[in-house]
């Protein structure tokens, strides 16, 4: 299969670059890079050792057999307008797909009704805009790529996560919006909470590098245990013991010293008390209890939330 894809990307971002040059390690032919400029074009088909760099979509490498469209989102339905109107295009022996993760496969419908097969593919990992592609390099090896289309199109993303060295996850086109919305919760606001215990932290004096050292192996070990068993499982803290003094307490101290904060942990103390009665350490009782503390921690609308 690696032998007989011809690749071409079109969008020379982050994930174009990396996703390009993980195909290129791989033993695939990226045959060129598309881009809005000759110069991002450039520099990314240097990065993965593509042949082709332009600016036009007229430039396509002939012999490409799949398409990947790294653009941003909002550019993705007039990319696939456009390359279906190529003169001379024989759209039939062409797969397309996308790497947005709010899209389905219907955003490439000009390339699917000229007979191409078709497909999304978001690749489920975070491309952060102030990382070298070389330095994220590693992190897109062996991922998941939420993926929709019809038959032809599932197939061809299984082709191409194998070729990745990644698996699929089918996503209803119904439920992409709430599917990217868990990427989002899983990467931003993973990214979030790292912020929130920085502030935290300083509250307490103890400086921005300083803390991000000392609160690794806790959040570490909270990542590793829920993946090894489950959330449930690995929920420990006055929550999960039902100590509603403790947490009382925590929830004045957020209150006095770094207010801006108090919405943020009262919601997610909220959501932490679901996940105890779910795991059975906590009684309905206790649940209800620690809800009604929360409560009356909740600030109201006339409220100052702003960040401290
Ligand atoms: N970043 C992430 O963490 C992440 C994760 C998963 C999925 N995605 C998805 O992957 C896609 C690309 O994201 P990214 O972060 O790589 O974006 P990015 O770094 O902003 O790169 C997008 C590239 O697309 C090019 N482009 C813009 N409009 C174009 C057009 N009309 N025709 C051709 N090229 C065009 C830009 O070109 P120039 O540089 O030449 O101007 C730019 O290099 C998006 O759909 C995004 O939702 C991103």
Redesign the pocket.
């Known amino acids: 299969m690696r032998q007989h894809l011809a690749v071409t990307i ?8 990396v996703l390009g040059r993980v195909l290129a390690e791989e033993g695939v032919r990226v045959l060129g890079v ?4 000759r ?3 450039r520099t ?1 088909a240097r990065f993965i050792g593509a042949r082709v760099a332009s ?1 036009r ?1 007229a430039d396509l490498p002939p012999k490409t057999s799949l398409v990947f469209i ?4 909002d ?2 339905a ?2 696939a307008r456009e390359l279906a109107s190529l003169p001379g295009l024989d759209a039939r022996r062409l797969a397309v797909c ?6 389905t496969a219907a955003v490439l419908e000009p390339l699917r009704a000229a007979g191409a097969t078709v497909f999304s593919f ?8 102030d990382f070298h592609p070389r330095e994220i390099l590693p992190t897109a090896r062996g991922i998941v790529y939420g993926v929709d289309g019809d038959r032809r199109g599932v197939a061809a993303a299984r082709r191409l996560a194998r070729a990745l060295r990644g698996r699929v996850v089918l996503v209803p086109p119904g439920q992409r919006e709430l599917y990217h919305a868990a ?1 989002v919760v899983a ?1 931003n606001h993973l990214t979030t909470v790292l912020a929130v215990v920085e502030s935290m932290a300083a509250c307490c004096g103890i400086p921005e590098g300083v803390a991000r050292r000392a609160f690794s192996p806790i959040l570490q070990a909270s990542l590793a245990n829920a993946r090894r068993t489950s959330p449930a499982a690995a929920l420990s803290g006055p929550i999960a013991r039902g100590g509603i003094a403790t947490v009382a307490a925590h929830l004045e101290a957020v209150r006095r010293e770094i207010p801006g904060l108090l919405p943020y942990y009262v919601a997610v103390s909220a959501e932490t008390v679901r996940l105890a009665l779910r795991k059975g350490s906590i009684t309905g009782a206790q649940a209800a209890a620690l809800q009604e503390l929360l409560m009356t921690f909740q600030p109201s609308p006339t409220q100052n939330t702003r960040t401290p």
């Open positions: 079109i969008g020379a971002g982050r994930v174009g670059s598309l881009s809005r400029t110069r991002s074009a990314a600016d979509l790294a653009t941003p989102h550019a993705i007039d990319v996308h790497a947005s993760g709010m899209h978001h690749p489920l990992q975070t491309f952060p805009r990427c990467s």
